[in-house]
């Protein structure tokens, strides 16, 4: 099993950053795809960015040059560092993890961007 818990969502203006992290704990493998995924009101659930096996990137095109995607192995935790943001960034973000076990998600946290 695999528990991961989200934070550094909040209220941001259009512009401006956020950092979100997520603990991982529990049976982590070194192979695995950890990721950042949105949510907005009435829409599906959406990929923002992964990496793979703690270096191998790759993002949606909507947020390209604007959020990176970190994982610090030591700790078990990966980051989204959100920048520029604009309104339609409105979502509740969720942290998964996937191996050869399975996948997992975290709680989320939500993040919104006033204009």
């Known amino acids: 099993q695999v528990q991961l818990v989200e934070s550094g969502g909040g209220l941001v203006q259009a512009g401006g950053s956020l950092r979100l992290s997520c603990a991982a704990s529990?049976?982590?493998?070194?192979?695995?795809?950890m990721g950042w995924y949105r949510q907005a009101p009435g829409k599906e659930r959406e990929l923002v960015a992964t990496?793979?096996?703690?270096?191998?990137?790759a993002y949606a095109d909507s947020v390209k040059g604007r959020f990176t995607i970190s994982t610090d192995n030591a700790k078990n935790m990966v980051y989204l560092q959100m920048n520029s943001l604009k309104p339609e960034d409105t979502a509740v973000y969720y942290c998964?993890?996937?191996?050869?076990?399975?996948?997992?998600w975290g709680q989320g946290t939500q993040v919104t961007v006033s204009s």
């Open positions: 990496i793979t096996n703690g270096w191998q990137t």
């Open positions: 998964n993890y996937v191996d050869s076990s399975g996948g997992y």
């Open positions: 529990g049976r982590i493998f070194a192979i695995n795809v």
